[in-house]
């Protein structure tokens, strides 16, 4: 399977089969919103550099795996136009217990923030648009 | 020797294209594209730093020495999720 | 709705409807274990003290409502007995910001483990059974 | 005046019921009925504490003293989640 998708993420097959020795699931969902640093937002157009976002989150997925050994990680991100309220980026991590759970589903999706070549553009209700740059707060 | 260069998102938007080919001389360094590319994009010349820079797909350093075939991109600011 | 249920967990039911306002949606599960304590489990009876249980749960959602006012939170207990891999409990965070998503997603399986007056008893292979003690570790 | 005591789970098995209705005089505190139900249950005995026990479905301390009517429960550890 692919990391990324431009199809809306299936939330649904992503939780599907745990191991039977997982006991804790933990969902991370990132959701466009209504606005963004006090601006009202209409959608987000989501720009991958493709083949490298693939490397990179297969890279966070190895590293993920050495550091939480007992978890497993499944992670997809939504590429293209989307609209409020839809799921851009997913991050499921099973394991035996709930603290590894929440540590390994916290860390991925912030290493995916922070590494995945990925980009935003924000559209605004007066039909402008720009380019998200999260460095500049 | 020929690289080819992606430009993504505002870089592509700055730059006008979202590739270029490009004839470099051996031994041409990431951080001595950046370098060229900032007397041709007013927006990268703006930079101090050079951003985030991929060569074939991974992270490298400005001091990558550029090979033959690569594939070199510079990326803005990311924003996933 | 009650928090707790004799049916299946609606996971999907669970995930509906963000507000436009929601950026970070966080979902944990409980799911049973094939073992627990280095002891093989074939499956789970969870009983509760029904109306207790619902009053606490209910005031582990007030409290967690003060503590993360910009949270929407959904909590959802089965009782009965359940199979390795069917989820026992459900918790669901909406907020604007992964962080406080997170963080009293944490917070609601936390409490709910320790103060919702809900009891297990473990199924072995051998048919023996036993109520779990998680004070006695 | 009456009170009714409710056993879950490993009390209701010492027990052997899920209910008792039972006459208690005015006065009688939480703590009070535990340790009367000491002398009934040889479990209960063994418990150096009185467990988390809760009158009319909330959390309450041993000091409590019962009204009648009250629906009482002495709770094993709970094990939820």
Redesign the interface.
């Known amino acids: 399977m692919s990391y990324l998708t431009s199809s809306p993420i299936d939330v649904a097959s992503l939780l599907l089969e745990a191991r039977d020795s997982d006991g804790a699931l933990c969902l991370f969902l990132g959701v466009v919103r209504n606005e963004n640093e006090g601006r009202p937002t209409t959608g987000i157009q989501y720009e991958a550099y493709g083949s490298m976002a693939e490397t990179e989150m297969e890279r966070i997925a190895r590293l993920l795996a050495t550091e939480f050994p007992d978890v497993e990680l499944r992670m997809q991100h939504r590429v293209g136009r989307l609209s409020v309220g839809e799921a851009s980026v997913a991050v499921v991590a099973l394991s035996p217990h709930r603290s590894e759970a929440f540590a390994a589903c916290r860390a991925a999706i912030d290493r995916i923030k922070t590494t995945v070549p990925i980009w935003k553009k924000e559209f605004h209700p007066d039909g402008s648009s720009h380019w998200v740059d999260p460095t500049k707060k | 020797m020929q690289i080819r260069i ?1 430009h ?3 870089f592509r ?1 700055a730059v006008g294209r979202d590739a270029d080919v490009r004839e470099l001389s051996e031994g041409t360094r990431v951080r001595d594209l950046w370098a060229s590319l900032g007397h041709e994009v007013p927006l990268f010349a703006r930079f101090r730093a050079m951003p985030p820079a ?1 060569v074939n ?3 490298v350093s400005g001091e990558t020495v550029l090979q033959d075939g690569d594939e070199v ?1 510079f ?7």
Chains 1, 3 share one sequence.
């Open positions: 992606l993504f998102a505002s938007d991929a797909r991974e992270y991109a990326l803005p600011p990311v924003a996933g999720g």
